[in-house]
């Protein structure tokens, strides 16, 4: 094969070094990125690809003149192959990265082993115009309407565009719990008709669903809206940052993601489960609770012209993003991340949800425990004087591992064992959740797991203790007379 170096003679090297720094190839050829100061563009086959740089880089060609034009059409038809292959070589890539630098005043490319990844320059939103040209004091009637439908609009609003100028995001996840008749759908269309916004379906970010999404929706959008959301799942954990999208015949291409807004009206089992908020959600995600805001089709200034009122709330966000993104641009970027932050932490303290799974652990299975003591203490001996109990398939099972000492306390012969079946009994979303806390047993009992020596009903046991009271906080404690007479007993925090 030959190469470009044959040919150089025909070319001129300086033009050709800008072609190289200008085209590149992904997924073995077969698809073309080419990018100019203003904007990266994918061209379909090798001959827009020659017809684009002959386009943009004249002068390119150092052709005799006294060649034929016959001659020259194929000289340079023979050179374009040998420089496609040789570009090919040296500017193959399998994955595009593309992500906006509100601070550049150019356009660039960085590239790093096999990932390309290209940088637009400044902040960018649709451009907007007022179609009805609303007047402020209309403006402001119709925002000051819907945020007594949703009274945290604006401190949403803030959080939104802050996770667009910090890098730590760790706590980019909000939780929208809303009723029936919301409105999630007129919430997201506000940011999508923008440019800013993008809204999936939960089940979209499956690996094997993920075909559907473009990377193209997601480049400017800073709002990734999950709508329909069920639990916080692994594949939302993995969403810190970005993401990669594989679209049916594009390229790969990594997404980076800024806030994520998570929508439903069914209680969401990750946030309103029985098993409690488990603490890394806590760390992450704030809840806007808004189930009893009523529905927005029946607001009167909704019902009076609902485009006016979609279209006041849009310039309303528009211009909100607009001075809060001019503010951070001005202050410079290590200034305006640490203004981020600032404003994310006073988000994330003030609509935070407490952790809560040890202790819905800990009391779903104090509760079993001590029906099983019950269950255990209802046996009954028959005319044959063999001792019976009604039959329970789960107390029978628990009965393999756990001997009750006494009215408030048992011993476990195997504790992992004995948790598993208690959080099973409690249903799979219980034991879902549950089932990541089994290195936390000490925490949950409120005990060591070391084994000892216990007498249980004349018998050596050799297991771990559990004192159901102090469980359940409480101990008992002596009551006595004034004689040192024991009267009875009194449950007392413990």
């Known amino acids: 094969m030959s190469t470009i170096k044959k040919y150089k003679s025909f070319i001129d090297a300086k033009i050709y070094d800008e072609v190289k720094k200008r085209v590149f190839f992904f ?19 090798e001959k827009n690809l020659k017809i684009w740089i002959e386009q943009n880089f004249q002068g390119l060609f150092i052709l005799p003149e006294e060649m034929e034009e016959e001659e020259k059409n194929k000289a340079k038809k023979h050179i374009f192959d040998v420089m496609i292959v040789d570009l090919q070589i040296h500017n193959q890539y399998s994955i595009l990265s593309y992500r906006r630098d509100p601070w550049a005043e ?8 096999h990932k390309l990844e290209y940088i637009a320059p400044r902040f960018y939103m649709k451009p907007y115009e007022d179609p009805f040209l609303i007047d402020q004091v209309q403006m402001n009637l119709i925002v000051d309407d819907y945020r007594e439908h949703f009274p945290q609009f604006d401190d949403f609003l803030d959080w939104l565009i802050a996770n667009r100028f910090t890098t730590n995001r760790r706590t980019s ?62 594949e939302l954990k993995d969403l810190t940052h970005g993401m990669y999208l594989s679209a049916k015949y594009q390229l790969s291409e990594y997404v980076p993601l800024y806030a994520k807004v998570f929508m439903s009206a069914e209680k969401s089992t990750s946030f309103f489960g029985d098993a409690g908020v488990d603490e890394q959600l806590a760390d992450r995600v704030s809840v806007l609770d808004l189930s009893h805001s009523g529905k927005l089709e029946k607001r009167k200034l909704y019902k009076a012209n609902t485009k006016l009122y979609h279209e006041a709330l849009k310039k309303y966000v528009n211009l909100f993003f607009k001075n809060r993104a001019e503010y951070y641009v001005k202050i410079g970027e290590l200034e305006a991340n640490v203004q981020a932050n600032k404003m994310l932490d006073k988000h994330f303290n003030r609509y935070k949800i407490e952790s809560n799974t040890i202790d819905k652990i800990r009391e779903k299975c104090v509760a079993y425990l001590r029906e099983y003591i019950e269950w255990q203490e209802t046996a ?15 107390f029978e099972k628990l009965e393999r591992v756990v001997i009750v000492k006494n009215s408030d306390e048992v011993v476990t012969k195997d504790p992992v064992k004995m948790y598993e079946l208690l959080i099973s009994e409690a249903g799979d979303q219980f034991q879902k959740t549950a089932k990541f806390k089994q290195t936390a047993l000490d925490e949950i009992f409120k005990t060591s797991m070391s084994k000892k020596q216990y007498k249980c009903g004349g018998k050596n046991v050799r297991g771990v203790l559990i004192n ?5 906080n409480k101990i008992q404690v002596q009551i006595e007379d004034k004689n040192g007479n024991i009267e009875g007993y009194e449950e007392v925090p413990y």
């Open 106 to 113: 150019e356009a660039r490319i960085i590239r790093d082993d």
């Open 173 to 234: 996840y909000t939780y929208l719990r809303v009723n029936a008749g919301f409105g999630k759908s007129f919430l997201a269309s506000l940011f999508e008709d923008l440019g800013v916004g993008r809204k999936i379906q939960q089940n979209q970010l499956k690996h094997n669903s993920a075909s559907d999404l473009s990377p193209a929706d997601f480049r400017n959008a800073f709002i990734l809206m999950i709508d329909e959301f069920t639990h916080f799942a692994q």
């Open 27 to 45: 997924k073995n050829g077969k698809e073309i990125v080419v990018f100019t100061n203003k904007e990266i563009k994918f061209l379909s086959s």
């Open 468 to 472: 159901l009271p102090r469980l359940d």
């Open 380 to 394: 009954i001996m028959n005319i044959n004087g063999i001792v019976t109990k009604p039959r329970n398939t789960f």
